[in-house]
């Protein structure tokens, strides 16, 4: 039972990377999806003539082709259920149909052609675990369908030939692909190797003004009260004034509070560089969404007051999570939309919550100048920045934090117009 769900959860993972590195071309794959069906039955059957098939079969690829052509208008409820939509698309209209058909066929070389790329296609969007599923479900499926509707069964040497030719495409394709995937990791795990080399450096200095706020907050108390008789005594030239005494009274418990907050930082960034594991040894806990937004916004380093002004924000609800992990998220999500106020000059932030019967919804969103199709298809993916100086994993973050808290996070835009960002949450 164990082994099943972990492939269950390998492949879910596995469709998430394949709709993430395909999502700037979902509209495109559906789009022919959607009209290839159709076209080539007319095709193989008014122009070259093809012995068998089925105008119903096709039907459905297009459909679900143009499920693909309509994801940037599904709801946001809808968008978690994306990536085994994406994984039925492709079970059926690349692995199942042209293999069904390929046998129907019996190895015609029309249907041969068809299905080598097929398998060319499935090798260049999914990886290997995902390859061997599709194509052993697809084709399982196929030979079955095949078994109880062919009225005559037949395998030649047609058939052998195909596999040999196919095995050779499946390894070399997925060879190529897995030194990809390498190079990717190795990018990351340089950018995780820079990270930590720079966490110790910060760390350590901040360690040493850590313990020198421990020992003044330990004794200033008594250095305080002896100022203070001092002072009654008149034996103080120049007193402190009362304001100034009050602030330094709690400036070594906010020094260590800070500093504790800048290690969280540190530890943040280290997983935005690329130590996703350690978002699953993280504790999650029942969090305040309203308690988070006013921590974060409190927080956050804004440039100035008319900065802070643009932010408006209401409504609130439970979720099982981090505090500082949300706080990060929302940092993140403040920073693009203020960059993409003052690149634009206008525009404000508005953030507001939506419970509903599945999930709870936190949106935010800005009115600066919105983004392009482009932009919105590739925006949560690793190392994809529309800035100058940005890095391309701030959003990528978040949304690893957001499958960490069993939820998820989307964008909608219209560009010239608004950036929306939205959260879903699993009630509690």
């Not at 042209?98 to 129907?104: D, G, P, R, V």
């Not at 029309?110 to 296609?121: K, N, Y």
């Not at 995902?130 to 499926?141: D, E, M, P, Q, V």
């Not at 957001?402 to 835009?413: S, V």
Request: aromatic share 14%; net charge neutral.
């Amino acid at each position: 039972m164990k082994s099943i769900k972990k492939i269950v959860n390998d492949l879910d993972q596995s469709m998430q990377r394949s709709l993430s590195n395909s999502a700037h071309q979902l509209v495109a794959v559906g789009a022919i999806a959607f009209f290839g069906f159709p076209l080539f039955f007319w095709i193989w059957t008014v122009w070259f003539p093809q012995p068998y098939d089925n105008l119903w079969l096709r039907l459905l690829g297009s459909l679900l082709g143009l499920g693909l052509m309509l994801t940037p208008y599904w709801p946001a409820w809808s968008r978690p259920y994306m990536p085994w939509y994406w994984f039925l698309t492709i079970l059926y209209a690349l692995s199942f149909f042209f293999a069904y058909s390929f046998l129907m066929n019996q190895a015609s070389v029309i249907s041969a052609m068809s299905l080598l790329c097929s398998v060319f296609l499935l090798v260049l969007l999914v990886d290997f675990l995902s390859l061997s599923i599709l194509l052993i479900l697809g084709w399982g499926l196929a030979f079955l369908g095949y078994y109880l509707t062919s009225s005559q069964i037949y395998f030649g040497e047609e058939h052998i030939e195909m596999g040999v030719i196919l095995f050779f495409i499946i390894i070399a394709g997925s060879t190529v692909n897995y030194k990809t995937a390498m190079l990717q990791q190795q990018r990351m795990a340089g950018m995780a190797a820079a990270a930590g080399m720079i966490a110790h450096e910060l760390r350590t200095p901040l360690l040493g003004i850590k313990s020198g706020a421990q020992v003044l907050a330990t004794y200033s108390p008594l250095l305080f009260a002896a100022y203070k008789l001092a002072n009654e005594q008149g034996i103080l030239s120049s007193p402190i004034r009362e304001n100034r005494l009050r602030q330094l009274e709690g400036v070594s418990e906010r020094i260590v509070s800070e500093i504790d907050y800048a290690n969280t930082i540190i530890d943040m960034l280290l997983i935005k560089a690329g130590r996703e594991h350690s978002l699953q040894n993280c504790t999650l806990e029942p969090c305040s969404m309203a308690e988070c937004l006013q921590a974060a916004i409190s927080r956050y380093p804004f440039q100035s007051a008319s900065a802070r002004a643009v932010v408006s924000w209401q409504g609130d609800f439970q979720f099982i999570g981090s505090k500082l992990l949300m706080q990060h998220v929302l940092f993140n999500l403040l920073k693009n939309a203020l960059y993409a106020i003052a690149t634009a000059q206008r525009g404000d932030i508005t953030i507001w919550t939506e419970c509903q019967a599945k999930y709870n919804y936190l949106y935010v969103q800005d009115t600066a100048k919105g983004m392009s199709a482009s932009q919105l298809s590739r925006l949560f993916e690793h190392f994809y920045t529309t800035t100058f100086m940005g890095t391309g994993i701030g959003l990528s973050f978040c949304k690893l934090v957001m499958n960490r808290f069993g939820g998820d996070i989307c964008c909608e835009a219209q560009e010239g117009a608004y950036t929306k960002f939205i959260l879903s949450f699993p009630l509690v």
